[in-house]
C-alpha cells in the first residue's frame, strides 16, 4: 500500500463508522429481530466494511523484529556445586535454574565489556552484538581428563521450539558433550539440537570483535553421533573458538558435560532470543471494527501469555514474543454476538510478524450454550464439543462453549474428555422447541480428572534437576523430567499398575533401586522417591623438591573391590572422575633413584555430595648414595699398614701426626705410673 492511500482509508473508516453512528438502530433484540436487522442492512455497506478490514489488515506492523540478550542471576555457592538462574527470553517468560558441580577459579557470571559476541559472528548477525551483555564462565570438575563438570538447565517450562539460541565459547583445549530433554522427557536429537556451525569471535576480520587475537581457522568441530562439540586437533590453548546453536523442539532441561584435555580450561555460555508481534482485528460483518473485544494469547504448551482488548478501530497487538511457531489467539465474541469462522487461531512467529484477524456476527435463534468443569468446578478449556456428531466447538478459557442455529426438535450434545480425563455422563439430551427464540444453556459436564503420580530424586539431600522419569503400563510409557527441586509429577494417568523408573544422569551414581512398581487408582500417588550420588573426582600432581613435575610416575589407586593404576602425565599431573562413594587410597611408586618426601600414600573419602580432591600431590626427591666400604681393613693383623706418602690407612693422619702422637702417650704412660708410685707411699704412711 503507498503513502497515498492511507488516508483514503482513514476517510472509509470514518465513513463507515459515521454510518453506523446515524443509521437506526436493527439489533433492538438479538434474537426477535436478527432476520429484519440483515434485511435492512444494504450491500453496499456490507462492501465498503469488508474493504476497510481488508485494507486495515494490509498495513505492515508498527514494531520491529527486536532481539535480546539472557540476564544472569550472580553466581552462588562454592566448587563443586554452583548454582544460578538465568531468564532468556521476558514474553513467555522463559527462565532457567543452573546447577554445576564446575571446579571454583575464574568462575562467574561475567559483565560483557571485554569479551563478547560482534555483529560480524554468525549468532551476532541474528541476534545482535552482546557487548556488555553477560554470559557465565564456568570449569571441569576437576583439571584432568576424567573429571568432566556437569551444568544442567532446568527450565520452568519448556522453551519455545525457535526463536532462541544458545552459544559456547572458548572451546579450544577441551570438549563439551551436550544432552538436552524435550518436553516429551526424550532426549533430543543432533538435529533436534540444531547445531548452526562454528566460528572464533576473535578472528582477523571479524567487524566489531573485542580486542583478543584469534584464528578464522580454529573453530570447534561438532560430532553429531556423539552430541560432543571438541576443540582444535592439537588442544591447544587458544581464543575465540565457539559454536551455537538453535534447537528445533521445545526442551525441558540442557546439560553441559564439560572436559579440559590440555591447559587451563574455561568455557563461556550465552543466551538470546528473538520476538516478532502478533496485530489484528476483530470485525463486526454488519457494523464494522468492535473496540473493547477481549483477546488471549496461548503458547505451545497451552499456557495463557497475554490478554488484551480491541482498541478504537478494532485493532489489537500482542508485541515482543519469542518468534516460534504454536502460539494460538482466541476471541471472546461480544455477548449476542458469535464468531463466522472459527473462535481461535494459529500464529507462527517463525520467520516474520503475524496477522490474526476475526470477524463475528449476531447469534442466530436457538442458541445452545454450556460449559465444562472439572470436579473442583474449575473451567477446562480446548475440550471438544458436539452437537449430534456434525456440528464441533471448542471450550474457550472459562470452559464455556456456544452453539448459534441450533434447528428445532431432539439433539445429543457429546463432549470428547481430553486425556486425563473421564466422565460418567458424555451425553446430554437437548430439545429445542417449535417457535422458540429463547436461548438454552444446558447443565454443566462435570470431568473427573485422573489422579497423578508424584515423587522426588535427590542427591545428599538436594533435589536434583533434569532427570528424566518414566512411567510404563501396559506397553504404554509417559516421561516426566524433574524440576529445580528435584520433583516430578505424572498428572492424571489412568489407573493401572506401573512401573516408575529414573535414568540417572551424567555426574551421578543411584543409591539404591532405579525402579519401583505402584498401582494408581482412585486417588493420588505421591512420595515415589528415588536416591542418587554425586560422582567424585580426584587430580593432584607429582613434583620433585624443587617443584619440577615428574611424568611417568605410576600412582595406584585402592578400594574395596581392587585396584587400578594411574600414570602421571608430562606435567606431573593424575587424576581420577567418575568415582563412587567410598574410600580410595592413592600410593606413589617413586621411580628408580627417587625417594618419596612426606606421605607416600594419601586417603580420600568420597561421600554422596560428589567431592572433588584436587591437590591430592606427592614429592619427589635424589635418594642419598652411601659409599661402598674400603677393602683395606686395619683391624686385620694380616694386611701391614701402608706408609708409603705419610697417609695412614683408613685415618686419614700424616707421619708427623703420629710422631706427636707417639709422643703425648709416652708422657701419659709416665704420668700413670708416677701416680701409681705416690699411692703405694701414701699407703705405706
Not at 104 to 116: D, E, F, L, N, P
Not at 245 to 273: D, H, K
Not at 417 to 442: A, F, K
Not at 551 to 565: F, K, N, P, R
Amino acid at each position: 500500500m503507498g503513502d497515498e492511500d492511507i488516508p483514503l482509508a482513514g476517510r472509509m473508516r470514518t465513513d463507515a463508522a459515521r454510518s453506523a453512528r446515524f443509521r437506526p438502530s436493527t439489533r433492538a433484540a438479538i434474537y426477535r429481530y436478527a432476520d429484519r436487522m440483515r434485511a435492512a442492512k444494504s450491500g453496499i455497506l456490507a462492501g465498503a466494511i469488508v474493504l476497510v478490514a481488508a485494507l486495515v489488515s494490509a498495513i505492515p506492523a508498527a514494531a520491529a523484529t527486536t532481539t535480546a540478550w539472557a540476564t544472569w542471576q550472580p553466581l552462588a555457592g562454592a566448587s563443586g556445586a554452583y548454582t544460578t538462574s538465568v531468564q532468556i527470553a521476558a514474553q513467555p517468560a522463559m527462565t532457567a535454574t543452573m546447577t554445576s558441580d564446575s571446579r571454583s577459579g575464574q568462575v562467574g557470571v561475567v559483565s560483557g565489556a571485554t569479551t563478547w559476541l560482534s555483529q560480524g559472528t554468525p549468532v551476532g548477525a541474528k541476534y545482535g552484538t552482546s557487548l556488555n551483555q553477560p554470559y557465565l564462565n564456568l570449569r571441569p570438575k576437576a583439571d584432568n581428563a576424567t573429571s568432566p563438570s556437569t551444568t544442567t538447565y532446568s527450565f520452568a517450562t519448556p522453551t519455545p521450539a525457535s526463536g532462541w539460541t544458545f552459544v559456547l565459547g572458548d572451546i579450544d583445549a577441551d570438549a563439551v558433550r551436550i544432552q538436552a530433554i524435550g518436553a516429551n522427557g526424550q532426549a533430543l536429537t543432533a538435529a533436534q539440537l540444531g547445531f548452526n556451525g562454528g566460528f572464533n569471535y576473535c578472528a582477523p576480520g571479524v567487524v566489531g570483535k573485542p580486542s583478543c587475537t584469534g584464528d578464522a581457522a580454529d573453530v570447534p568441530t561438532w560430532d553429531a553421533a556423539t552430541l560432543t562439540l571438541t576443540g582444535n586437533a592439537g588442544a591447544v590453548d587458544t581464543s575465540g573458538a565457539s559454536a551455537w546453536f538453535e534447537p528445533s523442539v521445545p526442551v525441558s532441561s540442557l546439560t553441559f558435560s564439560f572436559t579440559r584435555r590440555a591447559g587451563f580450561p574455561v568455557y563461556q555460555t550465552w543466551f538470546a532470543s528473538i520476538a516478532r508481534d502478533i496485530t489484528g482485528t476483530v470485525v463486526d460483518e454488519a457494523d464494522g471494527p468492535l473496540d473493547g473485544v477481549a483477546l488471549s494469547l496461548t503458547d505451545g504448551n497451552g499456557t495463557v501469555v497475554g490478554t488484551t482488548t480491541t482498541a478504537a478501530g478494532g485493532t489489537y497487538s500482542f508485541p515482543g514474543f519469542v518468534a516460534s511457531d504454536g502460539y494460538t489467539v482466541r476471541v471472546t465474541p461480544p455477548a449476542g454476538k458469535i464468531t463466522t469462522g472459527a473462535v481461535t487461531a494459529a500464529v507462527d512467529l517463525t520467520t516474520a510478524d503475524a496477522v490474526a484477524d476475526f470477524t463475528v456476527r449476531d447469534i442466530v435463534p436457538v442458541a445452545v450454550s454450556g460449559r465444562v468443569v472439572d470436579g473442583n468446578g474449575d473451567p477446562v478449556p480446548g475440550v471438544t464439543v458436539s452437537v449430534d456428531g456434525t456440528t464441533t466447538t471448542t471450550t474457550d478459557a472459562d470452559g464455556t462453549y456456544l452453539f448459534d442455529e441450533v434447528a428445532v426438535g431432539p439433539h445429543t450434545v457429546v463432549i470428547t474428555p481430553p486425556p486425563g480425563y473421564s466422565t460418567t455422563d458424555p451425553t446430554e439430551p437437548l430439545v429445542v422447541p417449535d417457535g422458540s427464540e429463547v436461548p438454552i444453556t444446558l447443565a454443566d459436564f462435570v470431568l473427573v480428572e485422573n489422579p497423578d503420580l508424584s515423587g522426588s530424586v535427590r542427591a545428599n539431600g538436594t533435589g536434583v534437576p533434569g532427570v528424566t522419569v518414566t512411567a510404563s503400563a501396559g506397553g504404554d510409557t509417559v516421561t516426566a523430567v524433574t524440576d529445580a527441586s528435584g520433583g516430578y509429577r505424572f498428572p492424571r494417568l489412568p489407573a493401572g499398575d506401573y512401573v516408575v523408573e529414573v535414568t540417572p544422569p551424567s555426574g551421578y551414581a543411584p543409591v539404591g533401586a532405579t525402579s519401583q512398581n505402584e498401582t494408581v487408582a482412585s486417588a493420588d500417588v505421591t512420595g515415589v522417591d528415588f536416591e542418587l550420588a554425586r560422582f567424585g573426582a580426584l587430580a593432584g600432581v607429582v613434583r620433585t623438591d624443587d617443584g619440577t613435575p615428574v611424568g611417568g610416575v605410576v600412582i595406584t589407586v585402592g578400594t574395596d573391590e581392587g585396584t587400578q593404576q594411574l600414570t602421571t602425565d608430562a606435567d606431573g599431573g593424575y587424576g581420577l572422575g567418575e568415582l563412587s562413594p567410598g574410600t580410595y587410597t592413592l600410593t606413589v611408586t617413586p621411580p628408580s633413584g627417587t625417594t618419596v618426601v612426606g606421605p607416600a600414600t594419601l586417603t580420600v573419602v568420597v561421600t554422596a555430595a560428589g567431592e572433588t580432591f584436587v591437590d591430592q600431590d606427592f614429592t619427589l626427591a635424589e635418594a642419598v648414595v652411601v659409599p661402598p666400604t674400603d677393602p683395606t681393613d686395619p683391624d686385620d693383623p694380616d694386611v701391614p699398614p701402608t706408609t708409603g706418602g705419610g697417609q695412614l690407612p683408613g685415618t686419614g693422619l700424616g707421619s708427623e701426626t703420629f710422631v706427636w702422637a707417639g709422643v703425648g702417650g709416652a708422657v701419659l704412660v709416665l704420668g700413670v705410673v708416677l701416680f701409681l708410685v705416690a699411692r703405694r707411699r701414701a699407703h705405706r704412711d
